[in-house]
């Protein structure tokens, strides 16, 4: 990396390329100078680095703006350049949605006005080009309120730039800025306030009342902005490094920044019902999503004591380090821990980092990221945040039973992969109290989930080791035993044992999968019927590829077709997965993956699956483990990704039938310009080329027609598929909805009545919930001061009885469901509301639903 790039990189850190100074003053200085000199070189590369650095490191945008500032004072015409590619980064980021484009596209030119680079009056222009856009959405009559989600974007974007240059603003553009404040608050005089139902994390029922009367994340901005306004504009977070270079960049040209436009709003439905708002409701929220939804999970005594705009920033550096440094994780730790600010962060670090593991409906980026994010961490700082994460493990399991259930099996698969990256230590005598608690209680379901993903992890002689100071947890442990074949030589009727020896042999002996179904069908269905011989050939098989992975990929593949001859439909398919769920009775994760497989090689369909996970002896583990859950999640997700891969391949299918539409176009022209042309042949003039070229451009012409209708009927086949995948993926989710209504209609009444939460179900909810909202972190290593180890919380007992736990379980899954594939089910909700949420149908149920979808409980357009 040329000197030049690797001082623009790194200003404003103690590295080596400064020498290890920290004096930000001199790294802008020597930074200055050698960019100075490489200008006249190198002025395009210095410009697009310089955008690039300031867009993907936005907290150093301060001194980017300063360097920019003093270039500046000499190089008006590149400074120029930096303003208009600035304003043409902005103007793309509004036309495609790219929040994060605008976001920092703002913040920069914020930055600039502080620089003395950017007339402060263009910048108002842009916010009241944004704001104007805002209101209009918004407006019932002009806009279409669905929309709301980018009118709010807009707001926050605005809001969002003002630490880093709101005093400059109101020192030299005071009415203007006044203006636009005074525009903000009149929109949020307007707009509806944004509920959190359906995507926060933990689930307090007994707060349904109160939502209301909570600042949605715009008002709370707002709110953190006007006391920035009345303490003077000061805070820590924001490194100044302009004033230090005051005097020379007043002397700077300023220069103005260009119109911009905002994108039309999409037109509102023709139908008014909540149906069709709902689905634009979705498709706004998905497009232009909130940031992030914090967990509190931290008494507000260990939040650093923070000004609540220092917060604010910080989050948003945190954000922006784990956004464009995702796939650097070393150097994504590095700049997490190493932040301009003058105070420490590790608890707002760490509960940025699980609200984002957390969020709803989905994490910007796969949960692993944020284990190696922590992991690193935990090692960069070795003396303060691996309490910090203890402390916040901590907090989480206190209101465990309030989690959401998708953010519990997140929860419940970071800690697991965690622990295992530090030899599976954790003090789990705290926890041994859950052993006194119901099998069906929240806090031991964890426990007994976390212990079961590390031995997956590992294996199960380690994980008994790492909880010998608690031994007693060791009856949470899943069963140390292999597979249970049935057949085997102690086992088993002695006929089926022979049948069962007699096909291994002749798997061993590598015979045909035609040559066992024909002895299935001559020597075993006869004599011994279809019951039998599915065991036999099931479990015979699964026990032959139980040696590891690859050996059941490669028996499925060779004999596959014998078991899709035994169970052509969803009856015997559902025996087929109860032979397997037996077989691997002692592995849940066996199991999942031996109904993964057959899933894929089509010997299962996704209908038996659900079909078989509702079962009557299925449906009372709902609430007591996740082994059901997660069968049901992957055959849901598979045919989701099945239709998200044809999606992407009929993208790239109408691209490539474009390409060989004007390759064959071109062909065909040159072909027709080439016959046109007259030719003098033994001095006579004929019409047409050279007959090698034609015969060259005739072939041309025809390879290139033939390839155009080659990739037209790949694209038409595609859509075929899709066609048909979407098809099926209807009758999954109806299927889904259907049974999740039948197992929970008798239930729910029994449970709940009509549908009415008791007033006291709060104290419910969670033991001794007055502890855990006041709990107390030691500070050396992140302990409840509390002591737990003696089991004194389980004193109490949890007093949610088993029906009404069981329903609390089914009822928040259904609410995982519909959020996580609200795409997928939007379609299709007409058909849902007259097949399965009829009248009749339970309130909680539908409750659950709306939720997941986050559509109005009532369909009327005043709701939105």
Same mark, same amino acid.
């Given at each position: 990396?040329?000197? %030049?790039?690797?001082?623009?990189?790194?200003?404003?850190?103690?590295?080596?390329?400064?020498?290890?100074?920290?004096?930000?003053?001199?790294?802008?200085?020597?930074?200055? @100078?050698?960019?100075?000199?490489?200008?006249?070189?190198?002025?395009?590369?210095?410009?697009?680095?310089?955008?690039?650095?300031?867009?993907?490191?936005?907290?150093?945008?301060?001194?980017?703006?300063?360097?920019? @500032?003093?270039?500046?004072?000499?190089?008006?015409?590149?400074?120029?350049?930096?303003?208009?590619?600035?304003? $043409?980064?902005?103007?793309?980021?509004?036309?495609?949605?790219? +929040?994060?484009?605008?976001?920092?596209?703002?913040?920069?030119?914020?930055?600039?006005?502080?620089?003395?680079?950017?007339?402060?009056?263009?910048?108002?222009?842009?916010?009241?080009?944004?704001?104007?856009?805002?209101?209009?959405?918004?407006?019932?009559?002009?806009?279409?309120?669905?929309?709301?989600?980018?009118?709010?974007?807009?707001? $926050?974007?605005?809001?969002? +730039?003002?630490?880093?240059?709101?005093?400059?603003?109101?020192?030299?553009?005071?009415?203007?800025?006044?203006?636009?404040?005074?525009?903000?608050?009149?929109?949020?005089?307007?707009?509806?306030?944004?509920?959190?139902?359906?995507?926060?994390?933990?689930?307090?029922?007994?707060?349904?009342?109160?939502?209301?009367?909570?600042?949605?994340?715009?008002?709370?901005?707002?709110?953190?902005?006007?006391?920035?306004?009345?303490?003077?504009?000061?805070?820590?977070?924001?490194?100044?490094?302009?004033?230090?270079?005051?005097?020379?960049?007043?002397?700077?040209?300023?220069?103005?920044?260009?119109?911009?436009?905002?994108?039309?709003?999409?037109?509102?439905?023709?139908?008014?019902?909540?149906?069709?708002?709902?689905?634009?409701?979705?498709?706004?929220?998905?497009?232009?999503?909130?940031?992030?939804?914090?967990?509190?999970?931290?008494?507000?005594?260990?939040?650093?004591?923070?000004?609540?705009?220092?917060?604010?920033?910080?989050?948003?550096?945190?954000?922006?380090?784990?956004?464009?440094?995702?796939?650097?994780?070393?150097?994504?730790?590095?700049?997490?821990?190493?932040?301009?600010?003058?105070?420490?962060?590790? #608890?707002?670090?760490?509960?940025?980092?699980?609200?984002?593991?957390?969020?709803?409906?989905?994490?910007?980026?796969?949960?692993?990221?944020?284990?190696?994010?922590?992991?690193?961490?935990?090692?960069?700082?070795?003396?303060?945040?691996?309490?910090?994460?203890?402390?916040?493990?901590?907090?989480?399991?206190?209101?465990?039973?309030?989690?959401?259930?998708?953010?519990?099996?997140?929860?419940?698969?970071?800690?697991?992969?965690?622990?295992?990256?530090?030899?599976?230590?954790?003090?789990?005598?705290?926890?041994?109290?859950?052993?006194?608690?119901?099998?069906?209680?929240?806090?031991?379901?964890?426990?007994?989930?976390?212990?079961?993903?590390?031995?997956?992890?590992?294996?199960?002689?380690?994980?008994?080791?790492?909880?010998?100071?608690?031994?007693?947890?060791?009856?949470?442990?899943?069963?140390? @035993?292999?597979?249970?074949?049935?057949?085997?030589?102690?086992?088993?009727?002695?006929?089926?044992?022979?049948?069962?020896?007699?096909?291994?042999?002749?798997?061993?002996?590598?015979?045909?999968?035609?040559?066992?179904?024909? %002895?299935?069908?001559?020597?075993?269905?006869?004599?011994?019927?279809?019951?039998?011989?599915?065991?036999?050939?099931?479990?015979?098989?699964?026990?032959?590829?139980?040696?590891?992975?690859?050996?059941?990929?490669?028996?499925?593949?060779?004999?596959?077709?014998?078991?899709?001859?035994?169970?052509?439909?969803?009856?015997?398919?559902?025996?087929?997965?109860?032979?397997?769920?037996?077989?691997?009775?002692?592995?849940?994760?066996?199991?999942?993956?031996?109904?993964?497989?057959?899933?894929?090689?089509?010997?299962?369909?996704?209908?038996?699956?659900?079909? %078989?996970?509702?079962?009557?002896?299925?449906?009372?583990?709902?609430?007591?483990?996740?082994?059901? %859950?997660?069968?049901?999640?992957?055959?849901?997700?598979? $045919?989701?990704?099945?239709?998200?891969?044809?999606?992407?391949?009929?993208?790239?299918?109408?691209?490539?039938?474009?390409?060989?539409?004007?390759?064959?176009?071109?062909?065909?022209?040159?072909?027709?310009?080439?016959?046109?042309?007259?030719?003098?042949?033994?001095?006579?003039?004929?019409?047409?080329?050279?007959?090698?070229?034609?015969?060259?451009?005739?072939?041309?012409?025809?390879?290139?027609?033939?390839?155009?209708?080659?990739?037209?009927?790949?694209?038409?086949?595609?859509?075929?598929?899709?066609?048909?995948?979407?098809?099926?993926?209807?009758?999954?989710?109806?299927?889904?909805?259907?049974?999740?209504?039948?197992?929970?209609?008798?239930?729910?009444?029994?449970? #709940?009545?009509?549908?009415?939460?008791?007033?006291?179900?709060?104290?419910?909810?969670?033991?001794?919930?007055?502890?855990?909202?006041?709990?107390?972190?030691?500070?050396?290593?992140?302990?409840?001061?509390?002591?737990?180890?003696?089991?004194?919380?389980?004193?109490?007992?949890?007093?949610?009885?088993?029906?009404?736990?069981?329903?609390?379980?089914?009822?928040?899954?259904?609410?995982?469901?519909?959020?996580?594939?609200?795409?997928?089910?939007?379609?299709?909700?007409?058909?849902?509301?007259?097949?399965?949420?009829?009248?009749?149908?339970?309130?909680?149920?539908?409750?659950?639903?709306?939720?997941?979808?986050?559509?109005?409980? +009532?369909?009327?357009?005043?709701?939105?």
């Amino acid at each position: 990396m040329s000197s %030049w790039r690797a001082l623009i990189l790194r200003i404003g850190e103690k590295c080596p390329e400064y020498g290890g100074a920290t004096d930000s003053k001199d790294h802008i200085e020597t930074c200055f @100078g050698v960019v100075r000199r490489e200008l006249e070189h190198s002025g395009n590369d210095i410009l697009d680095f310089l955008l690039q650095c300031a867009e993907q490191l936005p907290h150093k945008i301060p001194f980017y703006g300063t360097v920019v @500032g003093l270039l500046n004072l000499e190089y008006e015409d590149f400074v120029k350049k930096v303003v208009e590619k600035t304003q $043409t980064n902005l103007q793309d980021a509004l036309d495609s949605g790219d +929040c994060n484009g605008i976001r920092i596209c703002l913040r920069f030119l914020t930055v600039l006005i502080c620089s003395k680079v950017l007339q402060p009056s263009s910048l108002v222009v842009v916010f009241e080009t944004l704001l104007s856009s805002a209101a209009t959405t918004v407006d019932e009559e002009k806009g279409n309120p669905a929309w709301q989600a980018r009118a709010d974007f807009y707001i $926050t974007s605005i809001l969002s +730039c003002l630490p880093w240059g709101g005093s400059e603003l109101v020192e030299q553009v005071p009415e203007e800025i006044e203006r636009v404040l005074v525009g903000i608050e009149a929109y949020l005089s307007i707009r509806r306030r944004v509920s959190e139902i359906g995507l926060s994390a933990f689930k307090e029922l007994d707060k349904t009342d109160k939502v209301c009367d909570e600042k949605d994340f715009l008002e709370d901005l707002w709110r953190r902005i006007q006391d920035l306004s009345n303490t003077g504009w000061k805070l820590a977070s924001v490194p100044r490094p302009h004033l230090s270079f005051e005097a020379q960049l007043v002397a700077g040209k300023s220069h103005d920044l260009g119109p911009i436009s905002c994108p039309e709003q999409p037109d509102p439905p023709a139908g008014l019902s909540g149906a069709t708002l709902g689905r634009q409701k979705h498709d706004a929220e998905l497009k232009y999503p909130q940031r992030i939804r914090r967990l509190n999970i931290f008494p507000a005594n260990k939040i650093e004591d923070l000004q609540p705009m220092d917060r604010f920033v910080v989050e948003e550096y945190l954000l922006d380090v784990l956004l464009f440094l995702n796939g650097c994780r070393k150097e994504c730790a590095s700049y997490m821990v190493g932040l301009p600010v003058p105070f420490r962060y590790e #608890y707002l670090m760490a509960e940025t980092i699980f609200s984002q593991l957390l969020l709803l409906p989905e994490p910007p980026f796969k949960p692993i990221y944020y284990t190696l994010v922590i992991m690193d961490l935990c090692k960069a700082l070795p003396g303060a945040f691996p309490a910090v994460v203890a402390g916040a493990v901590r907090a989480l399991f206190d209101r465990i039973s309030e989690l959401d259930m998708e953010c519990r099996t997140r929860l419940i698969l970071w800690f697991s992969h965690h622990l295992s990256n530090f030899q599976f230590i954790w003090p789990w005598e705290e926890w041994a109290y859950v052993l006194d608690l119901p099998k069906w209680a929240p806090k031991r379901v964890f426990v007994q989930e976390v212990l079961e993903r590390e031995v997956r992890l590992s294996y199960w002689d380690k994980v008994k080791q790492s909880i010998e100071n608690a031994p007693a947890l060791e009856e949470l442990l899943p069963p140390k @035993g292999g597979p249970d074949f049935k057949y085997s030589a102690e086992n088993g009727d002695k006929t089926e044992n022979a049948l069962s020896a007699e096909l291994n042999g002749m798997v061993k002996g590598r015979v045909t999968a035609r040559e066992i179904i024909v %002895w299935m069908e001559e020597n075993v269905l006869p004599l011994h019927g279809i019951d039998v011989a599915l065991g036999v050939i099931v479990q015979t098989l699964l026990d032959i590829g139980s040696k590891s992975f690859t050996h059941l990929i490669t028996v499925l593949e060779r004999y596959g077709q014998v078991i899709a001859k035994m169970c052509p439909d969803q009856e015997k398919q559902m025996a087929l997965i109860g032979e397997v769920s037996s077989y691997w009775k002692n592995s849940a994760q066996m199991t999942a993956i031996a109904i993964d497989r057959m899933m894929s090689y089509r010997l299962i369909s996704n209908l038996a699956i659900v079909r %078989w996970v509702f079962s009557t002896e299925n449906i009372e583990h709902f609430h007591t483990s996740d082994r059901l %859950w997660e069968i049901l999640r992957n055959a849901v997700n598979k $045919t989701y990704n099945r239709i998200c891969d044809l999606r992407k391949e009929i993208s790239s299918f109408k691209k490539s039938v474009v390409a060989a539409e004007l390759n064959a176009s071109k062909a065909k022209a040159e072909l027709d310009a080439a016959e046109s042309k007259l030719t003098l042949v033994d001095g006579e003039p004929v019409l047409g080329e050279n007959p090698v070229r034609m015969k060259r451009l005739k072939s041309y012409a025809e390879k290139a027609k033939e390839e155009e209708v080659s990739v037209r009927e790949s694209l038409e086949a595609k859509e075929a598929l899709l066609a048909r995948a979407v098809y099926e993926n209807e009758a999954l989710f109806l299927s889904l909805y259907k049974n999740f209504s039948k197992v929970l209609t008798d239930r729910l009444h029994d449970a #709940y009545g009509d549908g009415v939460l008791q007033s006291n179900r709060a104290d419910e909810m969670a033991i001794d919930n007055e502890g855990s909202s006041a709990m107390e972190l030691d500070q050396e290593n992140g302990r409840p001061k509390k002591s737990l180890h003696d089991g004194g919380r389980a004193s109490n007992g949890y007093t949610i009885g088993e029906k009404e736990q069981w329903c609390l379980t089914t009822l928040g899954y259904v609410e995982a469901f519909s959020r996580q594939y609200a795409s997928e089910i939007w379609p299709h909700v007409e058909q849902l509301d007259a097949e399965v949420l009829t009248d009749d149908v339970h309130p909680l149920f539908r409750k659950a639903i709306y939720s997941g979808l986050r559509r109005p409980r +009532c369909d009327l357009t005043s709701e939105y």
